[in-house]
């Protein structure tokens, strides 16, 4: 599986950010797509996932209310909508998917073993 994230950039705190994510390859419509990120000198911290077989979305304590995952009726875009965004969103933000549930992701990122390349997105104070 093949991920290509876009979206990224810089916004004032408060503002909005949309992430998307495509997934291709084999099975990649089948496939859980979540999002974590990772700051400098940080770990990573899994940001919200959404499952395949039920649409059951999850969020990080940090982002719930402000962020929303959705994905297109061909399942294999995962966007990541960024509301009320704060300085301590700032990070680089990748995509995952994986054929593991998104329990597993959001308890450890690493659980997933496809991610594509980061995008950076900087909130300013």
């Known amino acids: 599986v093949q991920l290509q994230a876009s979206g990224g950039g810089l916004v004032q705190s408060g503002g909005s950010l949309r992430l998307s994510c495509v997934a291709s390859g084999r099975a990649a419509s089948r496939y859980a797509m979540g999002w974590f990120r990772q700051a400098p000198g940080m770990e990573r911290e899994g940001v919200s996932c959404?499952?395949?077989?039920?649409?059951?979305?999850y969020y990080a304590d940090s982002v719930k209310g402000r962020f929303t995952i959705s994905r297109d009726n061909a399942k294999t875009t995962v966007t990541l909508h960024m509301n009320n965004l704060k300085p301590e969103d700032t990070a680089v933000y990748y995509c995952?998917?994986?054929?593991?549930?998104?329990?597993?992701?959001?308890?450890?990122?690493?659980?997933?073993?496809?991610w594509g390349q980061g995008t950076q997105v900087t909130v300013s104070s």
């Open positions: 995952a998917t994986d054929r593991l549930q998104c329990g597993w992701f959001m308890r450890d990122p690493y659980n997933y073993d496809h």
């Open positions: 959404l499952n395949n077989n039920d649409d059951s979305a």
